[in-house]
């Protein structure tokens, strides 16, 4: 693993709210985590433990108080606007736990979006987002908008928008958070697959204990700060 | 490549909120509208106005003695109030005579070509055996005839004899002789006809006949059988059957082709006043031409239009006012997915043009409804008038090109304001 290209390099991350005020806040407290090219890795801890506002720091949505982050080789911290947007739009692929669907528009077109964002031609577009759609075997629905669909279709969607521009990352937090466990497998599974077959890195958050167990890694937070590290099964149990 | 992609998102959100849509673009429709219609009904009356003037002699000045403006008088409580037109105290010295005429000629030979004289004799029946027209009497020199271009179809105008002698003779119309001589007019040349005048009767020979136009300008009403049409008389003829010895209240010069006709009524006019009414207590001289009433006529509808257009422009702003407002609403209920599209890759100027379009669509769209009501009512208005309607093209273009502005103006704030969310802070909205 260690011959692997580093993914994401976080070194010493702090991150506080309200900064100045009487009410000021730190969330995290100096977080060092390193990611490798294709590694699965999972973030779990009690709620309120600062997993969510972390990932929003690796997904270049949010910055940092102190510390330094490099992503892809890339350095985050000094990045401005345009260019993180050119990041989460190429490198990085978002997956929501209230999937964050475009409402009014169909399936198909929010899986077009990163692309219509990153400069892709209409025909072009169109035939990825059917290509991915076939993947997450969505294509029957792929006229439908977010309101026609179930939670788990959704998801499944999400994933497909997600993957859409091809990123070397994919973000997930509490992905399966808002599903049954059967759903949560189905989505579960596909995480697996892309990671297995295209080799994305990935990042999940979850509150499940055995769907962490399938990752290759797992991170423990706690209060701010990362407590634990150990490794996973890295398979998932076929049902 | 993604403006037609924000166009139909803009158009497929709008669908989705018809109401709110509609409400929305109320006030740019009505100020659009309120334009487009005045200015319908401003460039039609303009038009056909203008055209019906023109064809009545560009070149012709009207001469006519008016009350002096500073005439007042003192009423027993000493109130002064402006006196009100007093025909009946006319005298001798206000009128305008063959004297002056001669001095106005020989001080601009180059710039008049004729006098046109009028006499108004009034309205009376002409009757040959037992037929009988209407008809409307007027002695005329020969300076009218030319000015007004009459087309004799038979026989001949007045001879100078005529004129100076005031023979009974008459011009009468090809309607006229549709009535009497069976639309013949060489039946009619020599044939004496008897007209009755306020219950008394004249007799004139008929000697020429001219052709009668329908003017565009005059709004009769009375059907063309009994159309009372113009029975010319020599103007000595109708003078002396006036007892009028004095002179003219109103004459028109007809300048001559190449004379500047606004410089030269007022060239006139600044010359009559001086030689001729300056020791005239209650009258003096005021000219006009067609020319100067058309302009004049023009400049009124544009003071109105600009009227309008500053309460059109005060709706439109009120319009635009409200499109910002439910652009920020739009804008406030749509942060999550603001948010959505920045975590996938939405640069800031992605998102500002999205919002700048959604509102240039709402305002266009407004603009589009307002034009076309603003055509349905102005042409309907134009036909209730009875003119000929006109639709102002340059109106409609600059009204379309000004929603377009409204919506640029009052979609930049909000769409700027949706481009610099922070992204977390917009995921992160309930
Ligand atoms: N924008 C913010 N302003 C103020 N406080 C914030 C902000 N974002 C997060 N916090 C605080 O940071 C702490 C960690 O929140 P975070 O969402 O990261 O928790 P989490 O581990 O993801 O929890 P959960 O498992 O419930 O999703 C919370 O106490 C929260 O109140
Ligand atoms: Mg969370």
Redesign the interface.
Known sequence: MEDRKLMIDLRGIVKRFYIGQPNELEILHGIDLKVCDGEFVSIVGASGSGKSTLM?II?A??KPTEGDYTLDGVNIIEAR??EL??I???KIG?V?QTY??????CALKNVE??M????M??RERSMRAKELMKLVEMEERMNHTPDELSGGQKQRVAIA?AMA?DPAIILADEPTGALDSKTGRKIMDLFHRLNEEQGKTIVLITHSPELAQETQRIITVSDGSIIGERKGDGKHADI | ??IF?NIS?AL??LK?NKTRTLLTMLGIIIGIASVIAVMTVGNSMKNSVTSSMEGMGVHNITVGIKQKSSTRETTESGMTFRAGPRRQTLSKEDYITDDMMEQILSEYPNDIKAFSLTESVGNGKAKYRNLSANVTVTGVNDGYLTANDLTILSGRLFTEKDQKEGKKTAIVSDKFCENIFDGNPDRALGEQITVVLNNKYYHYTVVGVYEYEESAASFDMSSSEDVATQLYLPLKTAQEQNHNRNGFSQITIVASTETDVTAFLETVETYMNRRFYGKNENYEISAFSMESMVSSMTEMLSTISIAIAIIAGISLLVGGIGVMNIMLVSITERT??I??????????S?IRLQFIVESVVICLLGGVLGILLGLALGLFAVRVMGYEGSPSVSSIAVSALFSTMIGVFFGYYPANKAAKM???DA?RYE
């Open positions: 929003n997904g949505l949010d606007d345009r947007s050119g989460r739009n190429r978002f929501f964050n669907l475009i409402a009014r528009t979006l990163p219509l964002y990153r400069g031609g209409r928008r521009n | 490549m993604l992609e998102l497929s959100g989705s999550r997915e948010g959505t599209r920045k975590a996938l890759g939405a640069a800031n992605s922070n992204p977390i995921l």
